[in-house]
């Protein structure tokens, strides 16, 4: 069973469970747009079998305990305009973020992270939630900065963004930890 709820409310935004017909809708928003994809791991979509394949991921991911993608909206309308994604590592979790670009700006991702991480903190096992963004993605790290993460290091050649280069490039870690422990 997953260990946290499948919808989470924030005061403007929705996240849940990703469901089969969020994949042309994902595609349409941004699956397919070069900008988003630009400092993601993934190129950009050009069919959207392929997002439907990565939405039946995510749906398999559900059936465990180790990753919970969650697809956002808004609270009003539930269409999807990005997802965060909850990678559990023992008493860690990584999280990954995407929002489509006609979102960007209105400090929506920043208020998803700090509902997702207030729910990973109440649970008893988790101490540290971390992400990795690279150098020179200004928005990730102001998202990361504005949610209360702190940058702890610099991390050479570790992620390949291929839509940049095949050689692996430098990332910044960023983390936030229980203030209770
Ligand atoms: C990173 C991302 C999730 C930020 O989400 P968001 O909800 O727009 O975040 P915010 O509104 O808090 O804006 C964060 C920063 O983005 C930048 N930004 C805001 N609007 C922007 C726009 N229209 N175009 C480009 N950058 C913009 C600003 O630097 C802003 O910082 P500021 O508030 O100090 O000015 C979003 O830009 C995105 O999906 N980017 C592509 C995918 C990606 O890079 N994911 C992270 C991989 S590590």
Redesign the pocket.
């Known amino acids: 069973m997953p260990v946290l709820p499948e919808t989470l409310n924030t005061h403007r935004l929705r996240l849940r469970k990703p469901k089969a017909s969020d994949a042309s809708r994902i595609f349409a928003a941004y699956g397919q747009d070069p900008d988003?994809a630009?400092?993601?791991i993934w190129r950009p979509h050009t069919e959207v079998s392929q997002t439907q394949e990565f939405i039946c991921d995510c749906l398999r991911s559900w059936e465990g305990e180790d990753r919970l993608p969650y697809v956002i909206t808004r609270q009003d309308r539930d269409e999807p305009i990005?997802m965060l994604d909850a990678r559990f590592q023992g008493h860690m979790v990584d999280i990954?973020?995407?929002?489509a670009?006609r979102?960007?700006?209105?400090?929506?991702?920043?208020e998803a992270i700090e509902a997702l991480v207030s729910q990973l903190f109440s649970l008893p096992g988790i101490y540290r939630v971390q992400?990795?963004?690279?150098v020179d993605?200004?928005?990730?790290r102001?998202?990361l900065e504005?949610s209360g993460f702190d940058r702890e290091g610099r991390f050479e050649q570790y992620t390949i963004h291929p839509n940049i280069s095949s050689i692996p490039r430098a990332c910044y870690m960023y983390a936030k930890c229980r203030s209770d422990a």
């Open positions: 988003v630009h400092y993601m990005g990954g973020y995407v929002l670009k979102e960007w700006g209105h400090g929506f991702m920043p992400a990795t963004c690279d993605n200004k928005a990730s102001r998202t504005k």
